[in-house]
């Protein structure tokens, strides 16, 4: 594992050289384009191009890496010495970059601070639920309220059609989250009704011809379409009425009328109006409380074997994913696991309940990894190998005029 962990090192040192040298040729370009005008505002678009022909690789992919290494590099001092360190990997570099540039440049000490919180949060965990913590600091900081960002952004929302190749095509929606969350997972929940021995088609295959089914279709077939689609298996009809379980975590305070941003599980934060339509009044959502002033997400133990459904959404709530080192699968689609087993001992309560995906559970009762718990939340995980990882649960929505406890 030592070896291992040499070469990412190495592989992090070289790619902070590869983001130095990257913004050298683009300085050398617009160095270029001095002595001719025609090339006045393209010095990235050249430079990706000179890229994209030396390192093989498609142009807008070397556009990206433009983009990024003059980031890291000019802006981002911190970021870079932390990857040349072999702190951070570049796709973790590259994620501080993209969150430190959604704040707004006002205060360069402030914006030094963030960035060092998030090159301290980027080196512990994965690059999603690294941009997940990210994405609750930022909204801790950013100047600008999320609901007057919200209304901003709402004016933007559409629905795309991207043409490809061989008869497909891209169709994306530009949504409000609660929007887009509660269409998925209903996408989601009826895909996995239908799968089974007999159901031939993957789950990615599954939600599109559901997500096709229920928007070209009454919700009624009689026989199979030349699409794969669900015509003869139930059918969308049979999930009309589905309901996906969504969790929105809300502040008391906010509740009440306050403005401090709740949470919709897997997403991030979303702006109080949001958080209190969906905990009032949306029978697809969970509502889950939090103190109104140390944040922490109310709920209750049980001494059964059985876990109480409260205490299985609080559970759910606290991990939401699967804990098992760098494993990002939802908690709503993972099982509830003793770290301490019943049959050992151990109690069915907050402090020894962790959300593992069914992969991982298996791998924990087939004695491969062990876990412990210390404290609620906080899962130790023992490789076969030997090797100890820690994970935290990520931090509820802290009150407004406190930092949130990194």
Not at 165 to 182: H, I, K
Not at 201 to 220: F, K, M, P
Request: aromatic share 8%; hydrophobic share 35%; charged share 25%.
């Amino acid at each position: 594992m030592d070896t291992l962990k040499d070469i990412d090192e190495a592989r992090s040192w070289l790619d902070a050289q590869e983001a130095k040298i990257v913004t050298r040729v683009l300085d050398l370009q617009t160095e270029q384009t001095r002595h001719d005008p025609r090339g006045w505002g393209y010095e990235a678009t050249l430079t990706a191009a000179e890229i994209s022909a030396a390192l093989h690789l498609p142009e807008r992919t070397a556009g990206f890496l433009v983009e990024h290494s003059t980031l890291l590099t000019r802006y981002y001092p911190a970021t870079l010495e932390a990857l040349e360190a072999g702190k951070l990997s570049r796709r973790h570099a590259w994620a501080v970059v993209e969150e430190a540039t959604g704040i707004p440049d006002t205060d360069p000490t402030a914006t030094a601070e963030f960035e060092a919180r998030l090159i301290g949060m980027a080196s512990q965990t994965t690059v999603v639920k690294f941009r997940q913590q990210a994405n609750r600091l930022r909204e801790k900081l950013h100047p600008e309220s999320v609901t007057a960002r919200h209304q901003k952004a709402v004016k933007e929302r559409g629905v795309y059609l991207t043409p490809a190749y061989d008869g497909m095509a891209w169709l994306e929606a530009y949504l409000p989250v609660d929007q887009a969350a509660g269409i998925f997972h209903r996408v989601d929940t009826a895909a996995r009704n239908l799968q089974g021995p007999d159901e031939a088609r993957t789950l990615t295959q599954l939600r599109a011809d559901v997500l096709a089914d229920v928007l070209t279709s009454a919700g009624t077939t009689d026989g199979a379409d030349a699409s794969g689609g669900l015509a003869g298996r139930g059918g969308a009809g049979a999930y009309w009425g589905v309901q996906a379980k969504v969790f929105v975590t809300v502040p008391v305070m906010t509740l009440l009328g306050g403005d401090t941003p709740g949470e919709l599980e897997g997403y991030g934060p979303i702006d109080p109006d949001t958080a209190r339509r969906l905990a009032g009044h949306a029978p697809s959502f969970t509502r889950i409380l939090t103190h109104p002033f140390t944040g922490a997400r109310l709920g209750a133990d049980a001494t059964t074997y059985r876990v109480p459904k409260d205490l299985q959404d609080a559970v759910r709530v606290r991990d939401r994913t699967c804990r098992h080192p760098g494993c990002n699968r939802l908690a709503v689609f993972c099982e509830l696991d003793h770290t301490k087993p019943w049959s050992q001992g151990g109690k069915t309560s907050y402090s020894n309940l962790a959300v593992l995906c069914k992969r991982h559970h298996k791998l924990k009762s087939e004695g491969y990894w062990h876990y412990q718990q210390p404290e609620p939340g906080l899962i130790i995980a023992i490789s076969p190998m030997g090797e100890t990882y820690l994970t935290r649960p990520d931090p509820p929505p802290a009150p407004q005029d406190d930092p949130p406890p990194f």
